[in-house]
């Protein structure tokens, strides 16, 4: 997982509180993107990012939002935490839909 | 009905055995078909991909493509103890950054 680093590792919120996720990289790439993974699921793309100041919704970006305003950095936010949202989250950077590059995780749990 | 299947398995297997994992999909412009390599607690890494129909091979692994049947595989040949980690099949159409993911396989090699 060289060259991409996710803060905090693990957390726990409890139901209406808010978090920020952050991912960080070190290689230049134009392309961020943001993971949840969930037991029987599989990885699923919340949003993404092509390049700094720019975003795009995945296939499950209910309940989130993110802000790229740096290059280096990608931001997932939690507005209102839900229970739902206890997952597994992943960054990744890379070349478009084949090559990505995935950070360690982040595990939430929402109370 | 999900985009991309993937039996979950576990899947045990001894040392040295051939190691057959399979994924099939609906979304016929799906081009780009990636196998990943998960390890407990890690970041999924990408193994390798393939471009339309076809077979790839490097060293142990050899992928396979068979769109007409939207059918992949993933063989493992010698199957080592260090292969032992939860398999992603992952999916894209040309110039898309969606990736779809399988569920996951996690397969055991015993020593």
């Known amino acids: 997982n060289a060259g991409v680093t996710q803060t905090p590792k693990f957390r726990v919120l409890k139901t209406g509180q808010s978090m920020t996720l952050l991912c960080a990289q070190d290689?230049?790439?134009?392309?961020m993107y943001w993971y949840r993974q969930d037991p029987g699921m599989g990885l699923r793309l919340i949003h993404y990012?092509?390049?700094?100041?720019?975003?795009a919704k995945g296939e499950v970006p209910d309940g989130y939002n993110v802000s790229r305003l740096k290059k280096q950095n990608f931001l997932l936010g939690l507005e209102s935490a839900a229970p739902s949202q206890t997952s597994v989250y992943f960054c990744?950077?890379?070349?478009?839909?084949?090559?990505?590059?995935f950070g360690p995780g982040t595990r939430l749990t929402v109370l | 009905q999900k985009e991309v299947e993937q039996d979950p398995g576990p899947l045990s297997v001894p040392e040295g055995a051939i190691v057959s994992l399979n994924c099939t999909y609906s979304?016929?412009?799906?081009?780009?078909f990636m196998w990943y390599r998960q390890y407990s607690r890690k970041g999924p890494e990408l193994l390798m991909y393939?471009?339309?129909?076809g077979n790839k091979e490097d060293g142990r692994f050899t992928a396979q493509v068979d769109k007409s049947s939207k059918y992949i595989s993933l063989f493992i040949r010698d199957s080592q103890p260090s292969d032992s980690a939860t398999y992603l099949c992952?999916?894209?159409?040309?110039?898309?950054?969606?990736?779809?993911f399988g569920a996951g396989t996690r397969l055991t090699v015993k020593p």
């Open positions: 990744a950077i890379g070349y478009g839909g084949v090559e990505q590059f």
């Open positions: 992952a999916m894209s159409a040309y110039n898309n950054n969606d990736m779809r």
């Open positions: 393939t471009y339309s129909s």
């Open positions: 990012s092509v390049g700094e100041g720019t975003t």
């Open positions: 290689m230049n790439h134009e392309y």
């Open positions: 979304n016929s412009a799906f081009q780009y």
